[in-house]
Nanobody, 121 residues
């Protein structure tokens, strides 16, 4: 079992930045690929980014490329999502997730409770 706790969400103006953090506990963090997903009101949850166990392979949704950066610190059991040039359409609840295997867009078995990101225009 893996427990995930996100933090770092908040209210920011368009063009601003936020850094989300997700701390994992319960199992060996470095065994898992980590992902970030988001869900806006009235929409389905969507993939944002993922990183493999070593940090050497990163995957981004088209909407995140060039603006968001995923990273991890295995010594701190933490994965980060640095979000720059935020847009109102980035407003959503952001979820951290973990899976065994590669850093792909699906198949995550462990989820955090989410953190709200609101971008004002």
């Amino acid at each position: 079992q893996v427990q995930l706790v996100e933090s770092g969400g908040g209210l920011v103006q368009a063009g601003g930045s936020l850094r989300l953090s997700c701390v994992a506990s319960g199992r060996t963090f470095s065994n898992y690929a980590m992902g970030w997903f988001r869900q806006a009101p009235g929409k389905e949850r969507e993939f944002v980014s993922a990183i493999d166990w070593s940090g050497g392979n990163r995957n981004y949704a088209d909407s995140a490329k060039g603006r968001f950066t995923i990273s991890r610190d295995n010594a701190k059991n933490t994965v980060y999502l640095q979000m720059n040039s935020l847009k109102p359409e980035d407003t959503a609840v952001y979820y951290c997730a973990a899976r065994n295997g590669p850093a792909i867009t699906y198949g995550y078995g462990y989820w955090g409770q989410g953190t709200q990101v609101t971008v004002s225009s």
